[in-house]
């Protein structure tokens, strides 16, 4: 018999749906229930690519005799971290402060007016590893809470103390302490930057041992470092992690993409969901470093991973999914490896030989028997030795992808998440306006650059509508009946990033109006007047047992670092300092954590970057040749540079330093290269151009 989880439309929720368990979604009927019957809360969260949550959702939420012991002593509450990122981030927090590490799926257990006293991640069907079994946890809970109940509502008093702590200042420390780091200044990035380095994995790039995941922001930051200062490092960093990464098997070589992340040093073998998220972090990233280094092959992968964005996980909308798993047909990662005699039956013989000998296919496979698709040779090398040249190479692994990808479509695909998160889609759209706009001065790729703009278009026009069916922006585009998400702080900057992107890709006014309006939201419904932070929940939002505030980027930076970059992009555009320096106060309040633990504020980083150098603007005015001038606009990654314009028939929505007293000159499209509102003389063609940013970038 189903559950009432057949009632929800998270893809996740209705996976629990036929369980014995008596779950309920997390909402008013949930937690009224716990108060009027006294028994704790079973919190369990997740999300549906987990492939651990999978498991443990056969081996005990499926269990008869595991659901009544539930059933008999707990209020069980199912939760999609990705749906209610509020509720997973205070607990998640919590069960870090009892145990030093987190994960999905999370279990913790509540009073019944929400205060977590114990907690913990996957817990097995038996006792393994030193981990009591599921069975075990629930009836040493249980007794705890009938038996001990004194010692559990201290325990609980003193988490949510932890908590309210961490809400109102830095994570882990004292908002009233004393920093020990300065505020921001030029040394800050520097010192960040070295922190980094430190912590490289010269042989495979990334960062630390394993598993590893592939922290674009901290990516983007240094290239954004290398970028501001010269530093070798920094981009030698990120282009060898970057390179690494697309060599391995954490790319989808067939189809374009990346998984979440590695659970070996080497980027081989991959938990194997593909999340929107990281794919719309990671094609920006392969853009920049391509943008600093001339590398076809690192704009290639930004090429295909935005291409498989839009084959795969795009609505018929125009927006995106939110992830694909990591199982099919019960089993992680079969969609995606291969048997050696499934590789030579379906190639010809040489073709064969040649794919095995670059993917590293064998008999014994280098994943359970299997093989994972990766590059560990230089294929140079592999040419040179097949007496080939490398277009004849890539020529023959082209036509060997396109075949292998023709049978993979006939499996079993792994499930889509269908939810379409505002702050996800506003990250893709983002990349895909800022990367269609670069590829604008490439000739071959410039068509490829017109459809990304279109799809940022269509995306962004439709969210814009559909979060929006009340007036007001909301989590995550509902289907019938659904309730209503208000969005979080990371949607609506996230949002606000996309249509600033959009303007300055097509200097369309109408993108720069809502780019405003949301940069206003953020103020309005998230500031927290007390410590100059913001909340990551709006003013009248849910009361939770905190008021979350997440300023660490985890898989996505955090609503306090898209803030802060969205105040610097809008108030250097319209010459708005106050802005800025909301942007300034949001840095230094984390000056201390972005030298001791880079790792984890790589946006908030390159915001510092970017606050430490003067502004470069562009402003254009519409004319004849407009296209090329603003294609050549966006050719270089310069951190922390403003674009913007007048298209003809269209006044700009909001006044800006920029475009007064700007006009064409003698018809023809003209830009305006400036530095801190300073402007060169006006310039209209590219290359004109290409001599006024050398000469504001280089200049003291």
């Known amino acids: 018999m189903s559950n009432r989880l057949t009632r929800e439309s998270s893809p996740y929720l209705r996976q629990h749906a036929d369980n014995p368990v008596d779950w309920h979604a997390w909402g008013p009927e949930a937690l009224e229930l716990a108060v009027e019957t006294d028994r ?31 059933n008999q002593g707990f209020v069980n509450i199912k939760v999609d971290r990705e749906e209610r990122p509020d509720v997973d981030s205070i607990y998640m927090r919590a069960v870090q402060s009892l145990t030093g590490r987190g994960g999905w799926p999370l279990t913790v257990f509540l009073t019944p007016d929400g205060r977590p006293f114990y907690g913990g991640t996957y817990f097995p069907p038996e006792p393994r590893h030193g981990m009591p079994s599921f069975r075990q946890l629930l009836e040493a809970t249980l007794s705890a809470w009938r038996e001990r109940r004194d010692d559990v509502e201290s325990s609980a008093t003193e988490i949510t103390q932890v908590l ?22 030029e040394g800050l990035p520097v010192r960040a930057a070295q922190g980094l380095l430190r912590h490289l994995d010269p042989t495979h790039g990334g960062f630390g041992r394993a598993p590893k995941f592939p922290q674009p922001a901290v990516l983007e930051f240094l290239l954004a470092h290398h970028a501001a200062t010269g530093e070798p490092g920094a981009l030698e ?67 295909e991973t935005l291409d498989y964005l839009l084959a795969d996980m795009r609505t018929p909308d125009g927006a995106f999914y939110a992830a694909r798993d990591a199982d099919s047909e019960g089993e992680e990662g079969a969609y995606y490896v291969w048997d050696r005699d499934e590789v030579d039956e379906l190639l010809d013989a040489d073709d064969a030989r040649i794919f095995r000998l670059c993917y590293d296919v064998s008999s014994s496979g280098n994943f359970e028997g ?8 230089d294929l140079e090398g592999v040419a040179r030795n097949e007496e080939l040249s490398l277009d004849e190479l890539s020529a023959v692994l082209a036509r060997c992808r396109a075949r292998l990808l023709e049978a993979r479509d006939e499996r079993v695909p792994p499930q889509r998440d269908s939810k379409v998160l505002a702050n996800w889609n506003g990250l893709t759209l983002r990349a895909l306006a800022e990367v269609g706009a670069a590829l604008g001065d490439t000739e071959d790729w410039r068509e490829t650059g017109r459809r990304y703009l279109e799809a940022a278009r269509e995306g962004t026009a439709f969210l814009l509508t559909a979060l929006r069916p009340r007036g007001r922006l909301l989590h995550q585009v509902p289907a019938e009946g659904d309730r209503h998400i208000p969005a979080f702080l990371d949607d609506v900057a996230a949002m606000g990033h996309a249509c600033f992107s959009l303007h300055e890709a097509t200097l369309e006014a109408r993108w720069l109006e809502e780019a405003v309006a949301l940069a206003d939201e953020v103020e309005d419904r998230f500031r927290d007047e007390s410590s100059g932070l913001l909340f990551d929940t709006p003013d009248d939002g849910e009361n939770l047992v905190v008021r979350p505030r997440e300023v660490v980027d985890n898989a996505v930076p955090s609503g306090n670092s898209l803030a802060a970059e969205l105040f610097v ?11 800025e320096e909301a942007a300034r106060e949001l840095v230094e ?27 470069v603007e562009i402003a254009l005015v519409d004319g004849d040749g407009l296209d090329p001038l603003l294609a050549r606009a966006h050719r270089l990654f310069l951190p922390g540079r403003v674009i913007t314009g007048r298209l003809e028939g269209e006044a700009p929505p909001f006044p800006t330093p920029l475009l007064e007293d700007r006009d064409a000159r003698e018809g023809r499209a003209t830009a305006y290269v400036c530095r801190n509102y300073a402007c060169q003389a006006p310039v209209t063609t590219p290359e004109e151009l290409d001599q006024a940013l050398e000469a504001v970038v280089s200049a003291e």
């Not at 309210?164 to 200044?185: C, I």
């Not at 081989?268 to 943008?291: G, I, S, T």
């Not at 299997?370 to 040779?377: A, D, E, G, V």
């Not at 201390?592 to 880079?598: E, T």
């Open 589 to 615: 309040a984390q000056a201390d954590g972005l030298v001791r633990m880079p790792t984890g504020f790589g946006r908030l980083l390159t915001v510092a970057r970017i606050l430490t150098l003067p502004p």
């Open 164 to 185: 309210e702590r961490a809400s109102r200042g830095a994570p882990g420390g004292d908002p009233q302490e004393e920093p020990s780091t300065p505020g921001l200044d």
């Open 237 to 303: 960093a990120a282009t060898h992690t970057l390179r690494s990464m697309a060599r391995g098997g954490i790319r989808d070589h067939l189809a374009g993409g990346f998984h979440r992340y590695s659970v070996d040093r080497r980027w081989l073998v991959p938990h194997f969901e593909k999340m929107l998220y990281d794919n719309a972090l990671l094609a920006p990233a392969y853009l920049r470093a391509y943008q600093l280094t001339g590398e076809v092959e690192l704009l290639e992968v930004a090429v």
């Open 40 to 70: 704790p809360i079973l919190l369990s969260i997740g999300y549906s690519a987990c492939h651990w949550c999978h498991v443990m959702e056969r081996e005990s939420f499926s269990d008869p005799e595991v659901a009544k012991l539930m």
């Open 370 to 377: 299997r093989n994972i698709l990766h590059l560990p040779h």
């Open 569 to 579: 992009r809008v108030g250097r555009l319209l010459g708005r300092p106050e802005w």
